[in-house]
């Protein structure tokens, strides 16, 4: 990781930007030369649609993501240190809600990364005193939530995840095979309460009738029409949300058993009681 | 709440929370498989001011609720003209002399879906077009990089030449506005790439000015509703009465979006309805944005000439006939001004609305905490 502190001063946020952003690795320099505010704008706008962009973006920025961090944060940040993290997620939000009406990007992402891990920081100061349950716990490959949820048996709790792992891995191979990623479920996942429960309706009607299950499986489309009309929900509804319900519909498939746990509280009925 | 890692990428983490939600998040070293209980959830933000996709939705129920209306109150008319607008999906707009839309069409599948919901009527051709690109992006059919074409079709060459200026220095506007990388082909000759020139707004403003003002003098039928009518922008959602925009609806002179009638989205709905009559020349920006409509109402008859950006956003208030106090024929000064506001009240406010789209404001509702 190159020092940045030579040009690192603490000033306006936008001069301290361009310092950092200067001082990439001398590798790095040869390949992406301190762009103007103009050619990055170029990038912006094909990150916000595509995620290999995005991330290829925030790779080429880590050293003035890491920069903004550490201002933020009072102190020098790491890559270990979860405000690195943050402040990816917060470059993420800055590539999805920049426009140029907001002036230049860089000054607009620094004040996304600065606000977020700041928020964060305060956020994480008043749980101060409570150890996190995801911390690395005693023994190496297992966190603290794993260890302290089976003392007796630490081995079993990590397997758990593992086997979570695994059945991960099979669901997105067989989403693979539908066309959809993970993230574009992510993408696709609605926001409003009320569109969650439509698509949560569709995905009720389903369970309780397997053939359309078994015709997703087999047809590897959704049975959109008979969603609707056996759910009724709006057909644009679910239209819309396509990749997410079956996405779902496929963990209510069989093989899924863990996940299908997890999200236990999905389809419980209003009044709180688990589905047989 | 507990959420299951799904999937931990360099810059974040796919999350999986016990509703059935997939949220993104900072990925804090977090391994696939692993149950997490504190997140760092992404927070979806609305690209400043112009958050169109935030309004679509209200405009859409809005629209709804106003066809029923619009449609029972409408005499239908002969097109005097279509214009085809060509994305991928492709529409047909009729519109009469005065480029009001009298009828919309989707022409493919996809132009179908397009239009499916929206209102169109008594609107003018630059604010029917604006907002079906809208529905566009908004729908996925139109990114950065895309192309749209518009052909017209009409008897009247006069009318083509003039549309076809009007039309394309409009869009080129409205493009920029909206900071939509996409190029435009009206007629079959000229594109217009969209390039960050400063210097266009005021030379558009200026050129939609004078068709409007030409167009303002004309009968009842919707005079010079230029651009930015009323749809999205205002009245919908937030409150005009279903009735109001109604009601004047008949006179329906032009009126468009922001103010008379109170439609604006910001109130004084029911108050302006009375203002409509000789609001004739009022177009676009009338006076939207919080209240006013009512105040401005009287002015309008000398407004004639006003043209699209009237004096929008919450700003304007009594003083309401555009900047310019002077009723006159804004057309002129109008533009210049409050043009980059123009659009402003459009989407100031609303970022209430919400949407089931990543770019809209909307807190996607994930503190992180429990």
């Known amino acids: 990781m190159k020092k940045t502190g030579k040009n690192e001063r603490p000033g306006p946020g936008f001069a301290a930007a361009r310092f950092v952003f200067c001082n990439t690795t001398p590798g790095e320099r040869n390949d992406h030369p301190m762009q103007t505010d103009h050619a990055i704008l170029e990038q912006v706008a094909q990150a916000k649609t595509s995620l290999e962009r995005a991330d290829e973006l925030i790779r080429q920025y880590q050293p003035f993501i890491k920069a903004q961090a550490s201002r933020a944060l009072g102190r020098l940040c790491t890559e270990q240190d979860d405000a690195f993290s943050i402040g990816m997620i917060a470059f993420h939000e800055a590539i999805r809600g920049y426009s140029r009406m907001r002036g230049s990007f860089l000054q607009y992402a620094a004040l996304v990364i600065r606000s977020r891990v700041r928020d964060e920081q305060r956020r994480e100061r008043r749980h101060a005193p409570h150890a996190r349950l995801d911390q690395p716990g005693p023994e190496e490959g297992q966190t603290l939530g794993e260890r302290l949820a089976d003392p007796e048996n630490p081995v079993d709790a990590a397997e758990g995840r593992l086997a979570t792992q695994a059945e991960i891995r099979e669901l997105a191979a067989t989403m693979a095979e539908f066309g959809i990623a993970l993230s574009d479920v992510a993408e696709n996942c609605p926001r409003q309460q009320r569109t969650l429960e439509a698509c949560r309706q569709a995905v009720r009607y389903a369970r309780e009738h397997p053939e359309l299950l078994e015709e997703l499986l087999r047809t590897k489309k959704l049975p959109l029409a008979r969603l609707c009309e056996g759910s009724g929900a709006a057909r644009k509804t679910l239209e819309r949300h396509r990749k997410y319900i079956t996405a779902l519909l496929l963990i209510y498939t069989n093989g899924y058993e863990i996940i299908r746990g997890h999200i236990c509280q999905m389809l419980a009925p209003q009044g709180g009681e688990r589905p047989a | ?370």
């Open chain 2, 1 to 370: 709440m507990k959420y299951l890692v799904m999937e931990a990428r360099p810059s974040y983490a796919i999350l999986l929370d016990e509703e059935g939600r997939f949220v993104r998040a900072a990925n804090l070293h977090y391994e696939p498989g692993q149950t997490v209980e504190h997140i760092v959830p992404m927070r979806t933000r609305a690209p400043k001011g112009k958050g169109v996709l935030i309004w679509l939705p209200g405009m859409l129920a809005a629209a709804c609720l106003v066809l029923m209306a619009a449609v029972l109150l409408r005499a239908p008319v002969t097109p005097y003209a279509s214009v085809y607008l060509t994305i991928n999906p492709q529409v047909r707009i009729d519109v009469d002399r005065q480029s009001t839309a009298q009828g919309l069409e989707g022409v493919n599948p996809d132009g179908q879906a397009l239009v499916e919901g929206y209102d169109w009527k008594g609107k003018h051709l630059d604010q029917v077009t604006d907002e079906l690109i809208d529905r566009a992006v908004a729908m996925g059919y139109l990114a950065p990089g895309g192309a749209i074409t518009i052909d017209l079709e009409a008897e009247d060459e006069d009318w083509v030449l003039q549309t076809n200026q009007a039309l394309q220095a409009h869009l080129e506007e409205y493009l920029q506005y909206q900071d939509l990388r996409v190029t435009v082909q009206v007629g079959q000759s000229v594109s217009i790439p969209v390039a960050p020139a400063a210097t266009a707004a005021p030379t558009a403003a200026a050129t939609a000015a004078p068709t409007a003002a030409t167009a303002a003098p004309a009968p009842a039928p919707n005079p010079n509703d230029s651009g930015y009518g009323d749809s999205a922008y205002g009245d919908s959602a937030y409150g005009t009465a279903p009735g109001a925009p109604a009601a004047p609806a008949a006179p329906q002179t032009g009126d468009s979006g922001y103010g008379q009638e109170g439609d604006s989205g910001y109130g004084t709905a029911s108050t302006a309805v009375p203002a409509p009559a000789p609001e004739t020349g009022d177009s676009g920006y009338g006076d939207s944005g919080t209240g006013t409509a009512a105040t401005a109402a009287p002015a309008p008859p000398p407004e004639t000439g006003d043209s699209g950006y009237g004096d929008s956003g919450q700003a304007a208030a009594p003083t309401a006939p555009p900047a310019p106090p002077a009723p006159a024929p804004a057309a002129t000064p109008v533009p210049a001004t409050p043009a980059p506001q123009g659009g402003d009240s459009g989407y100031e406010a609303p970022q209430q609305g919400d949407s089931d789209y990543d770019q809209p404001d909307q807190d996607s509702g994930y503190d992180g905490d429990d």
